[in-house]
């Protein structure tokens, strides 16, 4: 059984940063692109940034693109999300999700088989 657990959210101020983790279980420890995404209230879920499975690739949204940056560690079993210069647009819960591919990274969640359950991230102005 595959398993997402998020880490790290929080209350922060504009301008703050925060990191995001993503502990990972089961067999797709390593063999899997990860991605993250988020979900504000009232609005759709939205992709944030994807890597590979080996972290040779990365995607970022054009809207975090400079002030996310997202990395694996597969010894760990986790991947990160390095979040700085927040803005108060950026408030959503952030949940983690397994891809189905290994290399490709899919701005759709469709593509994505596993989903934690999500850390809530608020920014105050």
Not at 56 to 66: Q, Y
Not at 104 to 118: F, L, M, N, P, R
Request: aromatic content about 10%; hydrophobic content about 35%; proline content about 2%.
């Amino acid at each position: 059984q595959v398993r997402l657990v998020e880490s790290g959210g929080g209350l922060v101020q504009a301008g703050g940063s925060l990191r995001l983790s993503c502990a990972a279980s089961g067999r797709i420890a390593g063999n899997y692109a990860m991605g993250w995404f988020r979900q504000a209230p009232g609005k759709e879920r939205e992709f944030v940034a994807g890597i590979s499975w080996n972290g040779g690739t990365t995607k970022h949204a054009d809207s975090v693109k400079g002030r996310f940056t997202i990395s694996r560690d597969n010894a760990k079993n986790t991947v990160y999300l390095q979040m700085s210069s927040l803005k108060p647009e950026d408030t959503a819960v952030y949940l983690c999700a397994a891809s189905k591919y290994q290399i490709t990274i899919s701005i759709s969640d469709i593509d994505y088989e596993y989903w934690g359950q999500g850390t809530q991230v608020t920014v105050s102005s």
